[in-house]
């Protein structure tokens, strides 16, 4: 019925004990406690995820700062990937995805510079490639920011997702955080070696109608692109949001029950692929997997 991937790491580590703080965030456990990670990466699974995203996403100069990235940053990224590997091969039919996030700062289109970006994204890709079944480009804010790790990734022989991030407004149509209509993401993906296009961390409220309109899209030009998203449990972010200034407040009314709902409606809106991201947790993956076997029985 559609695939379902795993939940946010990085809260999930937080709430396991595992070294967390910010800047560093998620990549504080690879340094610090690899076995947290193993274990995160296991109870997703242990939720009937069929994928497991390695926990590379603080693995960029923005988490590590630019001296520890240099000396560290690739080789921290091999070390999740592996760690991912392992527990994947010992969860049969579990795929592992790596990660690639924004290599200047989430959330923020006014950041990015191609020259700066490029040789971080290559350093990842090479970090991550021989453990890893497919790649999941995370919380991409600009057109411009996509045509880069797509050029990047032409030649991969891997299944390639992008995932995009949303603006958490509700009054305006669906759009990048840069302010760019979906239906001209849709356009730049369908060109591109895309398996599928998601949108990832921002409010569920907002999913739906990107996926409708990229749909749209796909659809006139007769296009095998899957569509799917997974949103963070986040209260809205807004322009400026600058993410290491402090943790995020999680909401209160997104419960597995509530997520659900939602995911319900981005599925008959086209969606195929499902998961959480940050504030989303393996009970959230579970309630998933549990209504996917209930449809599969009807």
Not at 79 to 100: C, D, F, P, R
Not at 171 to 186: C, D, F, Y
Not at 230 to 244: Q, S, V
Request: glycine content about 6%.
């Amino acid at each position: 019925m559609f695939t379902l991937l795993d939940g946010g790491m990085g809260r999930e580590l937080k709430r396991m004990g595992a070294p967390f703080s910010q800047p560093l965030w998620s990549a504080q456990a690879l340094i610090e406690s690899p076995q947290h990670v193993k274990q995160a990466h296991q109870r997703f699974i242990d939720a009937g995820c069929d994928v497991i995203t390695v926990n590379s996403y603080a693995c960029v100069p923005f988490h590590l700062g630019n001296e520890r990235f240099e000396t560290q940053g690739k080789a921290l990224a091999t070390i999740a990937a592996k760690l991912a590997q392992e527990v994947a091969i010992s969860n049969s039919n579990v795929k592992v995805a790596g990660a690639l996030p924004p290599a200047l700062g989430s959330y923020r289109p006014d950041l990015f510079n191609r020259e700066q970006a490029k040789p971080i994204l290559e350093a990842l890709i090479e970090a991550q490639s021989p453990f890893v079944d497919l790649w999941i480009v995370e919380t991409i804010s600009s057109i411009e920011e996509f045509n880069l790790v797509s050029t990047l990734l032409s030649n991969t022989d891997k299944p390639v997702y992008y995932a995009f991030t949303l603006k958490d407004s509700l009054e305006s149509p669906a759009q990048l955080r840069s302010g760019e209509e979906i239906e001209k993401v849709a356009e730049a993906v369908f060109t591109s070696n895309a398996k599928a296009l998601l949108f990832n961390c921002s409010r569920p409220e907002v999913m739906g109608n990107a996926i409708l309109n990229s749909r749209k899209v796909f659809k006139q030009n007769q296009a095998n692109i899957e569509l799917g998203a997974y949103a963070n449990g986040f209260t809205p972010i807004e322009d400026d949001h600058l993410a290491n200034d402090g943790l995020s407040a999680i909401r209160d009314d997104l419960s597995p029950v509530q997520y659900l709902e939602f995911a319900k409606q981005w599925l008959e809106s086209g969606a195929s692929i499902i998961g959480g991201c940050c504030g989303i947790h393996p009970e959230h993956i579970s309630e998933l997997n549990q209504f996917r076997g209930e449809a599969n029985n009807h």
